[in-house]
Every structure is written in C-alpha cells, then in structure tokens.
C-alpha cells in the first residue's frame, strides 16, 4: 500500500526568499505504523511544520496519510478471446482463449486432448499429463511459477496463467518452451499454429496410418518399366583373376601364386583357374576348369556344372564331372511367413517392423488378442514391435526369429545329382543323390544317398536323411543320420536379440576308415549361451560356450565365459577359459578396443588401438599384444604393434599395409622377432576386365570370376525414340544406382559398374535430382536387366526432355477446387496424382513425352455425385519443347 500526502496553503510569498520552509516531521512510534482493528486498516498520520525564518514563528499542521490504491495495467489483465488452434495442417479446433499484451493464452486441456496427449485436470487448477515414448511427465499448476516437462523446468509469470471455469489457460510461448514446440500467433487472423507437431502423438499416429496404407498398398516387388531379358551369346568378355604371395626370404622359389581366366561361353559361365601346389620352385600346379550354366525360369533343371565342381551332397567335395539340380543359382532370402500371437489390452494396436520398415501391423479385439504374419528370411530375423495405446501409451519390444538355411518354403521340391572323379586322396569316384522337400513352412526333409568308391580300401554306401524345423518362433531343431556313419542333432532357443541357448551332439560309428570322421573320434557335443541385460547400451553381454570331443585316446573338454562392456571410446571384453585333457589349464584374459576420439588431434583422432592380454594362473603372464591402426590416404590403412608370448626372448613387432584400391588389393608385413632378421611377405590380388562392346580394358581389385559388370550411357534422347542416334549428347555428373551400387557419369555420360551378381535380374535407376534441369526426366523410371558372367553386359539409359502440363476442372462453369487427377502413362501404366486449386487449376511439371489419359478419381467422383469423361492427350517433343496447357475436364451431375 503506498501513502498519498497532501498540504493545501491559503497564501503564497511574492519572493522565493520569503518563502515559509516546510518539514515533515515523522509521525509517533505509535503512529508511524498503520494498526488493525476489526480487520481494517488504519492509515498513519504524521505533522507538518510551517517555519517563517523572516517572522521567526512556526505553525504545525496535522496531516493523514492517505493509502495508495494501486491498480492492474490494462495490458496484463487477460482478455478473452476466440482463436482457431491448428495443429500444423493434421488438426485444427475453434477454442475460447486469453490475450495478454501479444501473447495468447491457451485452453490447456482442449490443446492436449486435440494432440492425443493423455492429461488429468484438477478442480484446484493441476494438470498432470504424460508423454511417450519414455512416460514423461507434464506437471503445470496455476498456483506455481515453474512449469515441469521430465527434466525440463520452465519459470512462467502469473499473468501467463490463468484458471477460469474448470480450465487451464498457459501462454503459448512459455507452453513451446517446455514442449519443445513452436507456435506462431496471427491477431488478424486470429489463429495459432503449432509450426512442426512431428513429435506429438496426433502426428506420430498419423504417420503410422501413412506407414499402414503404404504397407497395404504393396505390391510384390517393385516393378520395372522396361525389362531386358537374358543373353546367350556364343562367346564375350574375357576376366584374368590373379594373385601373388612372395616371401621376403625367397620371394620367387617360395612364392605362391593362382591365375584364373574366365569368360561367358553359350550363356554360361567358363572358368579356369591355375595355383601352385607349395612353393613355386616345387613345380606344381593344380588346374581346374568348369563350366555353368543357369535357367532361371525353367522348373526342373536350373543349373548345370560340368568339369571340376562340388558335390550336391550335404558334406559336399570336390569332384571333376557333373552336376544337375533345379536348386537356384541364388536362393531368395524370403523364406515365408511366420506367425506371432500376443496378448495386451483392448484398444491397443500393434506394429512390427524389421530394418525400420514396416512389415505387419494389426489391433487387440475384445479380449486384448492380436496376431500377426511376419515375413522372415534365412538366418536372423530381429523383429521390432511396437504398440500404442488408446491414449498415446507406447510400449515396445524384440522377438527373434532364425531360420535354418537347410529349410524351404512350404510344398517346394529339389533335388540334386552328381558324380565324378575324386580330386581328393579319400576316395577315387563319388556320385550323390540328394532329395529335399518342404513338408510345411516349418519343417523340411532331406533324403539321399552317397557313393564312395576307393582303390585300396572298401567301398562306402551311405544313405542318409535329415530333418530341419522350426516347431516355434523361438525354437529350432534340426537332426541328421547318416547310416554306416554317424548321428547328428541340434537344437537352439532364441526368443529375443538379447537370449540365445543353443546345443549339439554328435556320435560317430566306430570306423578306422570312414569317409566322414577323423580315425578314433567317437562322440562330441556344445552347449553355448548368450545373454544381453537390459541395459542402454547394446555391447554389454554374456557370452560362453562348453565343448567336448570324445577320443579312443581320452576326453578334451574346453569352457570358456566372456562378457562385453563399453564406454563411449572403450570397449573390454574380459573372459576366462579352460581346457582340460590329461591336465586341466586355466586362463584369464582381456581384450580391449579403443576407438578413434576427435579431441585428440586430426592424426591421433583416426587412431584405432587394440589390446589382448592373457594370464595362467599357476604360471603368471601367458601372452600379450598391442596395435594401432590409421588410415594414411583413402583406401590405404597402417596397422603397427608388438606381440609377447611365454619362452619369446623378447617382443616381436610388426607393421602391416592393407590397401583396397580400384586396380588390386595388396597386403603388405613386416615382423621383427628377437634376436632375429626383419621379414616380410608381400601379397597382391586383383583382375583385368575386357568389356567388349566399349573396346575398353579395365581393372578391379577381383577376385572376379564368375562376376558381372554393367556399363553404359547415360544420353539426352533428343527425338525420344529410345536409342542413342549420332549427335545426341552425353549427360555428364548424373548418379546411376545399378542394385545397391552407385556410380557417377564420366564427362561423356559413360558409366561402369563391377562385381555384379550373374544369371540374376538387377534394377538399374537414375537419381532424377543428379539431372542439371527438372525438365529432364529419364525415358523410364526402372529398368530390369540380367547380366552375363565373366563380361560387361551394355545399357544405354535415355533422358528425354519433359515439359509442363496444365489446364482446369470446371464444374457448371466455375472451377472445382480440391479436385483429385490420376495421370496415367498408357505405355507404362506409371500413375500420377494431381490435386487442383482453388480456382480449379492444375499443373505438372516434368512430364515427358508419351500418350497419357487424364482422369478424375472415382472416390471423388462418388463424393461430388458428378461424372467425368477420360481425357486422353499426347506429348511430342518440339523446337518449342514439350507441353500442353489447353487440357479441361468437365464435371456433370449424375442423373
């Protein structure tokens, strides 16, 4: 309360010098203070004194000093408004707000309900609300300067909040601080916007529905525009693999080297491939040449082998003869579907994805159910689920999913047939029949027979038979018997990324002379686990493993038990060990894992260091080693260290030099031992190519046999006939993606690709956003192509020039806004959307030349009741280019 004091004087001097001075006196102690009663307040009083220095006389005045009643501004005194509060462009609402000043107040609960946050209002004015993912808490209270959001602490003022009738209101600049959003306020349009609600729940959910109708929307692969089949020429391409090891002691006498020349041959692949056997000086060279051929489409023979090949049987060899299966040349690694059940509240839905893509989602019925078909491949399959509430909740999890790779999908049959020559001392001739088949999309069985024929020892017949299943999602087992030879059965449990049981147990027929067990070996089994806890970090593990081999000459038992730590540079990896025959030995060891630090200096930052340490405790330190490693240029890598074992006369150092350059991949060491001559070893590997059509010999770091390239140009197809005329120019810098490899056009559009899968279709795209002009479109969005083995298969890829098309929707003569177009190539059948605006224009751009109908989207055509007939048009390049912009379609009322 301030105090007023006022002093009224009936007179006035005519001279400042004869003027009367005032004092205030201050009041009395009793009254210098305002006192209560009856609960009101008494205002102090106090005295003035009047002195007349001239006269020299005073007068006392008695005074009450009066309370000063101090009022809010007008500018902080919330005003009600009615605002419409958008949600980006997913939601919007009309709500009752506050203006303070230039900052509106917003209805809190209507705003967390618009968003799908779950939320609790008290009758005092606290609201409590939560966030996932991670729960995080929302505390605001009317009656409180700080505003909560998990660690998040925002201070607000008290004209920024305000509870009026059962509702929350919060500035809107101080609710973005705390959320993490940022709303933009427009008085005259009197609206307020949330700029990106990515990260709330109403824009997670919405995504997921995009995600859902994508994922129903999909086909069974992507499909090409144009496809080229597979050639058979009688002869082209030439590959020369090579490869070289010299030791610095006798770099020519103990050398050893291969030579392989590979070339496609009647559509298939031939191959000869020459090493030495041991040392150069020794004069020995193994030859083996084949040839395959691959029919991808026919049902009962898809690959045949003759010459030096490998069996068809499980425990395959090496043969020189034939081979004949209809097994695929490259298996597809889908396999099937696999179904999960689970169990979770009613309303929830549930979503599994694998690499981050979508692949089954599905939602709880009454009783809180849900189950879904999950796509799996060989090996490994992590499958990640998430599940969603009513109410924003998510909760997560992993299920795991091996598939054996012995297993086939279900109703499927191959088979297998070889024989030949032996190329090893076990046997003289071999022949094999192999039968398989998919009983179900769990189980497959596998029956054959095997032959062995030998010269000074008796022949062997062994049949055998196989069984691989997957009785669950996070079981499998898998047993094989082999008549005459041994017995074999596995079994593993992983229901999860982060557990994994598995075992085995074999046991051998007592046989000094058997094909398939070394002499005396009777029985062996494993048992290993894995454990990861639920942690943050995903490199903290337990891992061990216990194995037994049982000999006519005793037992050997091996244990080991490790785990896995790391920090944000340091990662350790602890163990101990065991290993008992007719003694038991213990060890204890760590190896460690430093990994680059940037704030170390631009050299020691791209340092790499490793560490092995291993110590017996009867005896102390058993081994030691330590190295770092550095990329000196790109594609070169130093690798230096130091290595100690027990009974060294001293550390051993060495340097390494790896290189995987574009012409060959050269491994290059250096050792230093104690007491000893520096050594080394140099190792070179590489390939030169011959790609016919171009007359152009290249080179790759191989091996290459039995590979493929692709090369080309890429053009501006100036009349749009598809091929490349004489005078039509190279498009230089364009990216093109052949599979998963990208490669860049040279200066004259030429591309080339290597290492490329043969006998099998590849799609081959351009990155329309690496042309110098959206105008330039290619002539086809994908092709499909199926390289040849062992050479350069050619394709040209045209860029035509597109144009721009636009024209209107009318409707009773006035333009129809909102109105859905679908663009359709009739040669291709590539669809487009098109949207019109407001007046009933549309355009697009990037059209190239072809015959297309335009249309209007029948779900729209449903909605507006009206009718609109197709309208079809062509796009020719001229010297003016390419376009059209008198296109109309009419809508007529439906009678």
């Not at 031939?270 to 020794?282: D, N, R």
């Not at 017995?487 to 000094?512: C, I, K, N, Q, W």
């Not at 009206?866 to 376009?883: E, H, I, K, M, N």
């Amino acid at each position: 309360m301030g105090l007023l004091v006022g002093v009224s004087l009936g007179a006035c001097a005519r001279d400042a010098s004869q003027a009367p001075s005032i004092t205030l006196e201050s009041p009395p102690p009793h009254l210098a203070t305002s006192t209560r009663h009856s609960g009101h307040a008494t205002p102090p009083s106090g005295s003035v004194v009047l002195r007349d220095s001239a006269a020299g006389h005073s007068t006392t005045l008695g005074i009450r000093f009066a309370p000063l009643v101090v009022t809010t501004p007008q500018d902080t005194a919330p005003e009600p408004v009615i605002v419409e509060l958008r949600i980006g462009r997913i939601a919007r609402s009309t709500v009752q707000g506050f203006r303070v000043r230039t900052e509106v107040l917003l209805p809190l609960s209507q705003f967390l309900q618009l968003v799908e946050i779950r939320h609790r209002l008290s009758p005092e004015g606290r609201l409590d609300a939560a966030i996932d993912p991670g729960n995080r808490p929302i505390v605001i209270d009317v009656r409180r300067d700080t505003m909560q959001f998990g660690d998040r602490r925002v201070r607000i003022e008290p004209e920024f909040r305000h509870f009026e009738s059962g509702e929350l209101y919060i500035g809107a600049e101080r609710l973005g601080d705390l959320l993490g959003l940022r709303f933009a306020v427009d008085w005259a349009d009197l609206t307020v916007t949330v700029i990106d609600p990515n990260t709330l729940p109403i824009a997670r959910r919405l995504q997921r529905e995009a995600a859902r109708e994508a994922y129903l929307r999909r086909v069974e692969g992507p499909k090409a525009d144009v496809t080229f089949g597979r050639e058979r020429p009688r002869w082209d391409g030439v590959v020369v693999d090579y490869s070289l090891f010299a030791p610095s002691v006798d770099p020519i006498g103990a050398a050893a080297y291969t030579l392989g020349l590979g070339a496609d041959v009647v559509g298939g692949s031939l191959e000869v491939l020459g090493q030495s056997v041991g040392p150069a000086s020794g004069g020995q060279v193994r030859v083996d040449a084949s040839w395959t051929g691959v029919w991808r489409d026919r049902r009962w023979v898809k690959q045949v082998r003759l010459g030096d090949v490998t069996s068809t049987s499980p425990r395959a060899r090496s043969i020189r003869g034939a081979l004949i299966t209809n097994a695929p040349y490259v298996r597809p690694s889908l396999v099937g579907g696999l179904r999960y059940a689970g169990r979770l509240e009613p309303g929830w839905s549930v979503e599994a994805y694998r690499g981050g893509d979508l692949v089954a989602f599905d939602s709880t019925d009454a009783a809180g159910g849900f189950a879904v078909d999950l796509p799996v491949r060989y090996g490994e399959n992590p499958v990640d689920f998430v599940a969603y509430g009513p109410f924003g909740e998510i909760r997560a999890f992993n299920r795991t999913y091996r598939v054996l790779s012995e297993l086939l999908p279900a109703g499927q049959f191959e088979y297998g047939l070889s024989g030949g020559q032996c190329r090893s001392i076990v046997c003289s001739a071999t022949a094999n029949l192999d039968l398989r088949y998919g009983a179900t999309s769990r189980m497959t069985v596998q029956a054959g027979l095997d032959q062995f024929w030998r010269d000074s020892a008796p022949n062997r017949f062994h049949p055998y038979a196989s069984v691989v299943a997957n009785p669950t999602n996070a079981w499998a087992v898998q047993g094989d018997l082999v008549a005459g030879a041994f017995a074999h059965g596995a079994v593993r449990y992983e229901p999860s990324v982060d557990l994994r049981v598995e075992g085995d147990y074999s046991r051998f027929t007592r046989d000094s002379l058997s094909v398939f067990a070394a002499p005396g070996r009777r029985a062996a089994w494993s048992l290993s686990g894995f454990v990861r806890p639920a942690t943050k970090g995903g490199f903290f593990f337990f891992d061990a493993r216990v194995e037994q081999i049982m000999t006519d000459a005793g037992h050997i038992t091996r244990t080991r038990l490790g785990a896995s730590m790391q920090t944000s540079e340091i990662r350790l990896l602890p163990y101990v060990r065991t290993e008992q025959d007719a003694t038991t030995r213990a060890f204890a060891g760590l190896n460690t894992f430093i990994l680059p630090r940037p704030q170390w200096g631009s050299f020691l930052g791209q340092v790499m260091m490793r560490t092995t340490t291993e110590i017996e405790p009867r005896t102390g330190l058993a081994a030691w080693s330590a190295f770092a490693a550095r990329p000196i240029v790109r594609g070169v890598r130093l690798e230096v260290g130091t290595t100690w074992r027990r009974g060294d006369a001293g550390l051993t150092y060495s340097l390494v030099i790896t290189s995987y350059l574009p012409a060959a991949r050269t491994v290059t060491a250096l050792s230093a031992s104690p007491g000893g001559p520096v050594t080394g070893t140099q190792f070179v590997q590489g390939s030169v190519l011959w790609d016919r059509p171009a007359g152009r010999i290249s080179v790759a770091p191989g091996p290459s046999l039995e590979r493929s390239g692709l090369s080309g140009h890429v053009f501006l197809d100036e009349n749009a006939n598809g091929r490349r005329d004489p005078g039509e120019p190279g498009l230089r810098n364009v990216r093109v993606l052949v599979g998963s490899v990208g490669t860049t056009t040279d200066t004259a559009g030429g591309y080339r690709v290597w290492d490329l899968v043969p006998f099998e279709p590849i799609f081959v795209t351009i990155d329309s956003l690496s042309l110098e002009s959206p105008l330039l479109v290619p002539a086809f969005s994908r092709a499909s192509i199926v390289p040849g083995p062992n050479r350069f298969r050619t394709l040209d890829i045209p860029v035509v020039q597109a144009g721009v098309i636009e024209g209107r929707v009318t409707r009773d003569g006035r333009g129809a806004a909102g109105v859905t177009l679908i663009l359709t190539d009739k040669r291709s059948g590539t669809r487009r959307t098109l949207v019109t605006f407001t007046d009933g224009g549309f355009y697009a751009l990037g059209v190239k030349p072809g015959d297309y109908v335009l249309t209007v989207d029948e779900r729209v055509l449903d909605a507006l009741g009206a009718d609109a007939a197709p309208l079809s048009f062509q796009l020719v390049p001229t010297p003016d280019g390419v376009g059209r912009s008198d296109l109309e379609l009419r809508l007529k009322p439906r009678f």
